[in-house]
């Protein structure tokens, strides 16, 4: 009865020895992807996301602009003072902001209408060593680029001759686009930079302070 109670202690033991073995190995190869695969797939698709980023905002910009007929005059105000001197440039925080939600939201549609995505990457890239990163066939992997959209305005007062400005405005748009992975996601974060609007300012402009937290144009003070 001994000889058999011991085969029987005997055979559990070895049954939890290879269920140990078994969640660690399941166990590195986790970390494995997660610290040396995951980090190279979103470097190898960093380009590729980048373009689908890029795309997404100007064909926004484009069709937002397009649509509305936005030009400097409904962002900006200007006034004079009686010498001809800018006394302020005033921003209207209605129509820019109604701007900024506009492109957002066709920003994040075209984002979302973007889909699956795959990216073909060198097996010997998986090895995490340079020297093999280019070498044996491309493994493609699928990526699914899901996004959100913060804007936010920056203004730029250049000397364009004698006593005039031009002014540019800007809107900053941070595109955040999660790449889904196998078994882990990886953020990557995309900040573009586009021309919405411009004027030629006749007239000496004093110093202009900005403050585009809330879309507003601080007033311009004379010197």
Request: proline residues 3%; hydrophobic residues 45%; contains cysteine.
């Amino acid at each position: 009865m001994r000889k058999v109670k011991n085969k029987r202690l005997s055979l559990k033991t070895k049954a939890y020895i290879c269920l140990g073995c078994v969640l660690f190995f399941v166990l590195i190869v986790f970390l494995y992807f997660h610290y040396i695969v995951s980090p190279l797939v979103v470097e190898v698709s960093r380009a590729q996301v980048d373009s689908i980023a890029t795309t997404a905002i100007s064909d926004a910009i484009y069709d937002v602009i397009q649509e509305e007929n936005y030009e400097y005059d409904d962002f900006m105000k200007i006034s004079y003072a009686q010498d001809g001197v800018v006394s302020t440039i005033t921003a209207d925080p209605i129509e820019l902001n109604n701007f900024a939600r506009e492109l957002s939201t066709k920003a994040q549609i075209y984002l979302d209408e973007v889909g699956q995505h795959s990216v073909d990457i060198p097996l010997g890239s998986f090895t995490g060593i340079n020297a093999l990163s280019g070498l044996g066939p491309d493994v493609k992997i699928n990526i699914v680029p899901i996004g959100s959209v913060i804007t936010s305005f920056t203004s730029l007062f250049k000397e364009a001759g004698i006593n005039q400005t031009l002014h540019s405005v800007y809107i900053d748009v941070n595109v955040t686009i999660s790449v889904i992975l196998p078994l882990t996601t990886k953020h990557v974060d995309f900040v573009t930079q586009v021309l919405i609007c411009e004027n030629l300012i006749n007239g000496k402009v004093p110093e202009v302070y900005l403050n585009f937290g809330n879309a507003v144009l601080g007033e311009a003070q004379n010197s």
